[in-house]
């Protein structure tokens, strides 16, 4: 389906080389949020194409226009239209296409499900999809920042920053992640992140991903990569037990971007090398008198090398013939750097849909009366 959410919901529309693509928010909340067509350009242009030389020539300016659901600069509470502009299409440059579906990408797919296809381009599995995405983002990042004082910087990441040296068979091994990253994610500001056309905030690691980039590039070829986002001062208790817990909402959100492979949360597949007894995440009181975790482990996003590419490749056609395809085209060598505002959108849709769920609980619960027979082990503590 084209939408995500239960009470804050979003949902796109569009094709790579149809008249505009976009989306539909419902359930923002209303009075006080302050919004702007500025404020979601912003975000829209983080992951617009023609960034730099790390990313497609596709030469999008992905104005937003604002459709419903906001006046003099405030949300109104219902349905909020936003609409971009295709403006750069080039269908010619896909008439190799006709004949051949593209290595793992999705056209065959698409065309063994619905029985058709977009004529040129990616369709509606292409990565323009993903405005509809970015756009929402913006609404959540003013109301959960206001709110709850939640942000979510993410940025690119290398396995080898990431990484601790986990041996196998080593009892004695220390944390699955390395201090140096550790405190790259506590420190880390979006800023920071956007100084880089990688939007990896580590220059020594920036500029190697840069080369590894260009060389894919050059070779008429393409790579891929992991976003690192992290959500800080989430509240407790959100996600629905048990399908619908946080972390399931979460990869549910983030496999459902275009090229992700792999999720990870928490100290994610390293967790799985460590003993329990280094792993565990001991409480500690926060000066709210709150408890909190010691480490909060942070997780990515992993996404695979983009699938067109313009070194030729053997294949075959639709019809079973054996053949050759060089696709032409304007491709990215990489997505991740552009997928850094994406990733971010879809967490704070799942944190913003999230919290407006546990809203509701605790309203609907303040509306009855006390308890005042449970047994002390049904209750939290009164704080010292």
Not at 183 to 208: G, I, M, N, Q, Y
Not at 344 to 354: P, Q, T, W
Not at 371 to 384: E, G, S, V
């Amino acid at each position: 389906m084209s939408t995500f959410g239960t009470l804050f919901r979003v949902t796109t529309y569009g094709e790579s080389h149809c008249a505009s693509v976009g989306a539909i928010i419902d359930g923002c909340p209303p009075s006080g949020l302050e919004l702007s067509a500025q404020d979601v350009q912003i975000q829209l242009s983080r992951r617009r194409p023609g960034q730099s030389n790390l990313t497609t020539p596709r030469d999008e300016k992905d104005l937003v226009h604002l459709q419903s659901g906001i006046e003099h600069g405030v949300t109104l509470g219902t349905p909020i239209g936003l609409l971009v502009k295709n403006e750069d299409q080039r269908p010619k440059d896909y008439s190799e296409t006709d004949l051949y579906p593209r290595p793992s990408h999705a056209d065959y797919t698409y065309l063994q499900k619905y029985g058709v296809k977009a004529s040129s381009g990616g369709g509606r599995s292409s990565a323009r999809e993903t405005i509809g995405r970015q756009a929402h983002g913006i609404e959540i990042v003013a109301f959960v920042s206001s709110v709850g004082k939640v942000h979510l910087p993410s940025s690119v990441s290398s396995q080898s920053l990431a990484g601790n040296g986990v041996e196998e068979d080593n009892d004695e091994t220390e944390d699955a992640l390395s201090p140096e990253f550790r405190t790259l994610l506590a420190t880390v500001t979006r800023a920071e992140v956007d100084k880089f056309t990688t939007r990896c905030p580590h220059p020594e690691t920036s500029d190697r991903m840069t080369k590894r980039i260009i060389r894919a590039k050059d070779a008429q070829d393409s790579i891929g990569g992991t976003v690192t986002c992290v959500i800080r001062n989430v509240p407790a208790g959100l996600g629905e037990p048990v399908f619908d817990k946080f972390e399931a909402k979460l990869a549910h959100a983030m496999l459902s971007i275009p090229a992700t492979k792999a999720f990870e949360i928490g100290s994610g597949f390293r967790g799985t090398e460590v003993p329990g007894s280094k792993h565990n995440d001991p409480f500690v009181c926060r000066d709210d008198g709150n408890l909190g975790t010691t480490t909060n482990w942070s997780g990515g996003d992993r996404f695979k090398s983009p699938a067109t590419i313009s070194q030729a490749q053997e294949t075959s056609q639709y019809d079973g013939t054996h053949g050759t395809l060089a696709a032409r085209g304007r491709h990215d060598p990489c997505v991740v750097p552009r997928a850094v505002p994406i990733v971010e959108a879809m967490a704070a849709l799942v944190v913003m849909d999230e919290l407006l769920i546990q809203g509701a609980r605790k309203s609907a619960a303040s509306l009855l009366p006390p308890i005042t027979t449970l047994p002390p082990t049904m209750i939290l503590p009164a704080r010292k």
